[in-house]
Structures are given as C-alpha cells and as structure tokens.
C-alpha cells in the first residue's frame, strides 16, 4: 500500500462517510448538500485511486463522475424545489459542507498534477478538477439560492 | 396452493440454493489469488485480437452474442415503457409553465452540455482501449442532454429532441449491431466473427469489429435513454389524466363521458375495451 | 495491509445499503440511494472492474434519481387530485 492509496483510504473515512450520515438524516436541504458532496469526494478518491495502482485510464472514472455528479445535484435540485424551499434555514454545518466541497478538489488535483508527467494526462486531470469545482460551486449556490425562494 | 404449503415449497427451494452456496463457497479459489485461468484465456485472446481493454474484447469478441441479447433486453424494456407510458383515451395534455432557473445554473448548463456529450462520444470511442465502451458512453451523452431540462426549461429540450427522430435511431443502433455480425456469416464464418482488419494495438482503430460494435450499442443505448425519459418526463409534466390538475390549471374540459379532450399528438392512441375507463371523471365535479 | 481499501469500500456500501433500506420515504430514499450508488463505484474500482463501477456511475449519478424523481412527482399529483376529489 502506498501513500495514494492511503489518502485515499483517509479521505473514505474521514471525508465519505461523515457525508454518507449527513445524506442520511436532517432536512432536506442539508442532504442535497450532502449528496453534492459525496460526488465530489467520490471524484477525488477515485483520482487517487488510479494514481495509487498505477492505472491512469482509472480516470476516466473520476471525469464521467466530474461531468455526471453536477447533473444528479441540480435534479434534484430541480424536482426537490419544493421541499428545498421548506427547508429550515443555513446553518453553519451546511456552509461547512459547501465549503469543503470547493476547498478540497484543489490540493488533491494539484498534488497529482505535480506528479504526473507532463502531457494529455496531465490536461484530462486538471479538466476533471476544473469541472468538478465548477459543478461543485454552481451546484451550491443554486442550492442556498433555492432556500430563499 | 394454500399458504401453508407455498410455504414448505419456498423453505425447500431456499435450503436446495443455500446448500448449493455453501458447497460452492467451499470450494471456490481463496480471494484475489494469484491463479485466474479464465481471466489468463481471456486476456491472451485479447492481446491476439488487439484490444487492449480485455473486458470489452469479452463483450464485443469472445461473448459478442451474450451482449446481442443484453441490448435486446433494453431495446424490450424501452418498447415495453413506451408501450405502457403512452397518451390514453381519457388523458390529455397541459402546456408546462416556464421554469425559473437562476442565471448562473443555466450558463454552467449551457458550457457543459457539450463537454457532457464530448465526454460521452469519447468514453464511447476509447471502449477497446480503457475503461468504457458503448453502454456507458451512451447513458452519459444522454444524461447530457437531460442537463436541458433541469438547468434550462423543458421547452429547450422538447426544442432540441424530436422523439421521433430518436426513435429511430434507438432502432438503427440495435439494427446495425445485427447486420455487423452478419460480417462474420459472410466471409465464411460464425456470426458475430471479429472478421476486419485488427490494425495497431492501442490506436483507436484497434480491435477490428470491436470499436464499431461498441458504436452500435452507443447509438442505440443513448436514443433508447431518451426516448425512456422522454416518456417519463410527458407523464410527469405534460400529460394529466381527466380532473387531475397539471402544472398549470386546466382550460376547458371535454364534454362528461367522453373523457376530456381528444389526445394531441401521434403518440396517443384509443386503448381497447378492456382496461379501467375512468371517463367522465372531468365533468362530473 | 493491501486490502485496506477493499475493507473500507466494503464498510462503506454496508452504511449506505442499509441506510437505503431504513429510510423510508422515497424523495428521501432516492438521495440516498445516490450516494449507495457512489460507494458502489468505489467497491468495484478497488475490486479493479473500473468498466463495471462505469455503468454504474453512468447510471446511477443522474438517471436513476431523475427516473425516481419524475414517477414520485406522476404519482403524488394523482394523490393529490383524488384526495382533493374527494372532498368535493
């Protein structure tokens, strides 16, 4: 086992399951926040997975993930907007939960980035971290923009 | 059958299946050993033919004719969907109000629908090479389009789908995958034979049939994705059954008994005698 | 040592399977269902079948919730209709 694989052991305990529990309970809105940011971290740990056995076609994985992950957030954004409008207001876990979703694709994609050599892979994992902050940031705001409607 | 001995049959079937585990279980290889003999075949096979992706040389190679009858699954079930989701009699259908969506959602939806589509043509194109191929490249193509409906409006979509059209491609897809095996037939050998041109091992055009069966199943599996949802997204939105309120409120109902008014569109169709007719349901408030 | 990954992936699809079961309404269900989805992916990359935690990604991120999502709203309408029905 290498030092990949063991953060991307450490971001499974540590990041996927406490999200798995948020998605699990409380309202409504807090669990689509959740969701947003199970695919999220999903995407990193599979990135670090491929880069842990040595397998960079494993990232194609974490690309489809990065372009399909925002899709589900804004259906069910979409279809939940009634509920997500009920919801009690933002408390500060929530915006935790937005902001570790943004704040932790940097690092793990930069990181990885470093060590790749340079070249289309190189491109296709910084296009993945671009797509997955950008999904990850629209799906938030639409989210919290939602609550006030 | 009473109970009681539907019962003792399911006990007797459940005990026959558990001992047949156990005893299988027992004698399986320990976990992720060393020792694959199938997995050893299989890749030697594929090397042979040049796909560098083993699974999807087992796909569109060695078991070509098992993923035949895989996508003829999902072309029954679209059909079957189709069939059963269809505009009946006494259902009529209400324009959808316009969907506000926040500016920002829908240009990020606008930027990455073609990148979706590329994502999918790519995942699609890459089947023999990496992980991938035409099942999952064309969930996610059509997945992409969907992007139009929850981060635009449903008339973008219903803009840019035409079902029909769809259709028929879902159609084609499954057709050309049929006539490709027939390559086989025709240079004198089994049906669904790898017969092209093996090319360079690891370009795209490696693999002879393979990347193009894996094209076939791309076409038809995304047509048949969006016609699956298009019938899903009319009966959620557009199509109310007589008395029930849609999106919007309704207009002016159907004289009672006949069930409101007539259904737009080719797709409705008067159902037979046979079936619940709630008819005269809209004037009988 | 090597098969931490499989171990915590494991762990991960037994939370998130049984929080599917234990939940019981389907707006609700379908979330979590998404994430059993993801955890799945991951069971079956470190089991190293990245074609299979594809589809599963492909079918399980968006469709599957829209699919769910677009029969619960069919069907709550039609509730709503009758029960509003009713009571006239």
Known sequence: MNGWLAAACALLVLGLLPALAAACTGPVLRRVLAQNLTTVLTALVLLLLAQGYARPAYGDLALVLAVLGPAGTLVFERLLAEELAASPARTPFQRLMGLAGTAAVPPVVLALAVVTDPGRATVKLLLTGCLLLAGSAVCTRALTAAWGR | MSPRTRLWVLACGVAGVAALLAVTVWRLPPFGGARHPYGERAVEAALASRVANAVASVNFDQRAFDTLGEQAILFGSVLGTVVVLRQTRDERRVEPEPAGVAGPVRRYALIALPVVLLTGVYVVAHGQLSPGGGFQGGVVAATGLHLLYVAVDYRALKRVRSVHLFTLADAAGEAGYLLLGTGGLLAGTAYLTDVLPLGTFGTLASGGTVPLLNAAIGVEVAAAVVVLLARFLDQAIEIVTSGEEGDRAPGTDGAPGTGGARPAGGTGRADGADGPHRTGRGGAG | ?88
Request: aromatic share 2%; proline share 5%; net charge positive.
């Open chain 3, 1 to 88: 040592m090597d098969e931490l990954p499989v171990a915590l992936a494991l762990l991960l699809v037994a939370c998130a399977g049984t929080a599917a079961v234990a939940t019981r309404d389907p707006v609700r269900q379908s979330l979590v269902l998404g994430v059993l989805g993801l955890a799945l992916a991951l069971l079956f990359t470190v089991l190293q079948a990245p074609d299979v935690a594809l589809s599963q990604l492909a079918v399980g991120t968006a469709l599957t919730p829209l699919m769910v999502l677009l029969s619960v709203r069919k069907v709550r309408r039609k509730a709503r209709s009758e029960r509003r029905e009713e009571h006239e």
